[in-house]
Structures are given as C-alpha cells and as structure tokens.
C-alpha cells in the first residue's frame, strides 16, 4: 500500500503513459464502454423550465388532477427503480471488466471472453448493490416522514387550499405543548434520513472500490467482501479516510480540468460532447482512468501493480474483440 501522495502521482503517471505513450484514439475508445458501463447509474439528469406557470393555474391543476398526479409520480418512481436496478447490473459486469484492462491491459482479452469471465463475481457484487439501494430508499422515505409537515402546508399554501388534508400532520393545528415535540421528532427524522444516506454513500463508495478489488484479487463473494470492507474500516478508520480525500481531491481536480476544456471548445461543443453518454465518456478518460488507477495505487499489492500486460494479435483488434461468442477451443485468446 503506498501513501495518498504516491498513490495519486502514480495514478496519474500511468495514465499519461497508457493513453497519451503514444496517443491512441482506438485504444481511448476501447477503454471508455467498459468505463461507460461501470459508471452506469452514477449521473443525474438536468431539467429546463422555460416558463414560470401562474399560481392560478398550479392551483387548478393540484385541485382537479392531484389523484393523476399522485399515480403518475409513483408510476414514474417505479419506472425509475426498475431503470435503476439494470443499469446497477450493467455497472457490476462493467466495473470487473474495466478493471481488468487497467490490470492487463485493454487489449489483453476480448470483451466478449472477459463478459462471461466476470459473470459470477459481477453478480455477485450486483447483490450487494441491491442491499445499499435499498438502504437507500429507507433513508429516503425516513426524512421525506419528517418533511410531510412542512411540505403539506406549502402544497397547500401554493394551491390556495386544501389540496391535502391530513390534520394530524398540520403543525399549527397541534396545541402548542406538543409542537415542540412534533418539530423535535420532524427534525431527527430529516437529519437520520440524510446522515443515513451519508453514510451509505460513503460506506458504498469505499465497497465498490476497495470490496470490489478484493473480489477482483481473491475470488471472493460480494458478501464476504462486505464484511472484510467493514473489517477494514474498523482496523484502519484513517487509512480510508485519507482515501476519501483523495477521492475529493480528484473531484476538485476533475471539475478544474472540465472547466478548461469547456473554456478551451468555446462552451457550446465541449458541453454538447460532454451531453454525449458514451462520447463523454471518451472525452473525460484520462478522469477516468486516473481515478480508477487510484483505487490500485492506494489498495493494490505488487502482483496487481506490477502484471505484465499481453497485447492482442492483430487479427484479432477491431470490433471483434467486443462481439461475445460462446468459447468453441478452437482459437487461442
């Protein structure tokens, strides 16, 4: 294990050596799907409103269609959950395969061998997964509780009426004993719901870098590479905390380094690349790939360091090393 500062030039160094010793936009464009699918999950979306609509007219609408509206957001939740759940799967098999290619280089295996190689730990990662998101939605639905009373109100201050009765929720109406109490419960479950995803994010973060790597390194299950995470944590609480400010380190330098490329292509193109899921992802790869190296800079041993990299036969780069074929042992890889 090297120190935060190593790790981060080291990072860094092999970057510039694997993507700029020499330049190659195959190479770029080979590493970023794998990257791609590994990060599935992790963006958010922007949402443009040209026009402010009247608060006539939102009355109205909460008024006359609050029971549509109610079944069209849950509709859209339960869209999104399923939306969210596959693009998990896609990042698990992502995250092994990417890591792979920073291990033995991007050319070493198809990406065809090396998605069905990764299936069982993927899936297995993929479970536990599961088990945070839904932690998750516990969090969430525990400060949304503590939000009710103020959101009732303001729903219905902004309607103009009651859109949404529900007495026992309306603070005001509480004698005034209890109202401090009622605000006291409001507030703990706010702040539990947000340390709760705090938390989570953090404990998840350090899963899928650190838990991930030893599946990677050791065979493992995603279960037992939980509980050695959590182990670890124990054992060596500042060891991951300097490892989380690296993490933030990055991103400040990332948000810098995105900052002058958007300077750089005069806004509008590099923010309409940037826009580009996959093209995004080619554009941001030395981010990418620093900040995966990282993860085997600070947590590595010298087996994962130091693995000689094979390269493919030329017959066999191209597309070709992407297209999945059942194994026929017939053609050596």
Known sequence: MQTLSDALSQAFRKMKMTLFSPFSLPLWF????PAFLANLGSGGFGFNFMQTPSKEKISNVLTEHLL????LLASLAVVAMILSVVLYWLSSRGRFIFLDMLVHGADAERFGNRWRRFK???NSFFQI???FYLSYIVCALIGILGLLPFLIPLLNSIAEKDVIHLPYLNYSALPPDLQSLYLGVCLFLIAAGFLGILVLAILETIFNDYGA????RKGISGWAALQSSLAAIREQPLRFVKYIWGLILIQILSALAILAFLIVTCCCIGYILLLIPYISTVVMMPIIYTRWQFILEYFGDSGLLNSTQRKIPASEKGIDQFIIRPDTGSRKQ
């Not at 080979?30 to 799907?33: I, P, V």
């Not at 790597?213 to 990677?216: E, N, R, S, V």
């Open 120 to 122: 069982t730990p993927a």
């Open 68 to 71: 549509l509206i109610l079944l």
């Open 129 to 131: 997964k599961l088990v």
């Open 213 to 216: 790597l030893l599946m990677y």
């Open 30 to 33: 080979t590493l970023a799907f």
